[in-house]
């Protein structure tokens, strides 16, 4: 007999961090893929750790001849910026990872005879805004508008979703005997910022590596203007939307792929709220024109009514309160 388990690949980056610990809470049965040994404290609420990459079947097979897989994070990526160095190696990981993924969710709803959840991330870097009076001149972007990605990152994240879409909803079509056995829900994250764990390779980057250089009194060259505005989200907001997703009833769903959103303040403000609660920070600007250019091609705000509509989504932290009550309170006591 199998045991039945919730797999999670990217495990040791900052969402699954974060996941971990409130699943550990739910005592799910917990498989973890990633690249790197997970940290010691998460590898005690984990029931198998394999280290390896998603893109080794061997691997896979592994997961499943020991567990009954009934639901997956799929979060293991390579992010926008690093991605832009390493495109090749950026589309295998993102689209052919996925695909191993998508395949396993596929075998082992065969298999169960019901559905695998499969709980994709993707990204605001989805959309490509053509120019700056577009981005400053719209309203909030919808998930249908714009998707004309200026990253190798943001192309994987679509076509991943429309991968997600036709194993959830097509796949196999001619070949008989053969159902969709993925449910595939996605959520598009803007900026995540967590007061435990920095995120790499990124280009929202910016946000959390002023608020962490900050707190440990190191000095802050901020790769964008003051002026740059994307979406953000605290990170407990965003562990609560995937579980959320998760949860929810398949007939709630409209999309397959949902908006997020919870603040979007400029560079600058967030200089300033971290000169609030750190008046001797060091903050300034060097704007990397190529980084620049990214960050300017994802929208000032996106639309996520479809969210709040279909599944309750309702981010608890807003720009002040994510500052007050969650960033600034939990960075302190974590570096003190
Ligand atoms: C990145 O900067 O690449 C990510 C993202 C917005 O998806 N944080």
Redesign the pocket.
Known sequence: MRTPAVLITGANGEIGHALIERLAVADAAIVTIDVTPLDPALARHVRRELTGSILDRGLLERVLAEFEVDRIYHLA?L?????EFTPLTAHDVNVAGTLNLLELAQHEGESHGRPVAFLY?????VYGMPDAETKAGIPPVREEDYNQPR?M??CN?LYCEHLGRYYGRHYKQLASGVEPRVDFRSV?????ISAMTL?S?????YAPEMIHAAATGKPYACFVRPNTK?PFMAMPDAVDALLALAAAHPEALTRYAYNLSAFSPTAEEVRDAVLKAFPDADIWYSADAKRQA??DS?PAEVDDSAARQDWGFSPKFDFTTAFDDYLIPTIKERYR
């Open positions: 990526a992010l926008s910026t690093r991605s991330p993707s990204s605001i870097a990253t990152y943001g994240k598009r994250f803007p900026g995540l995120p390779g990124g280009t929202s980057d994307i990214i960050v994802w």
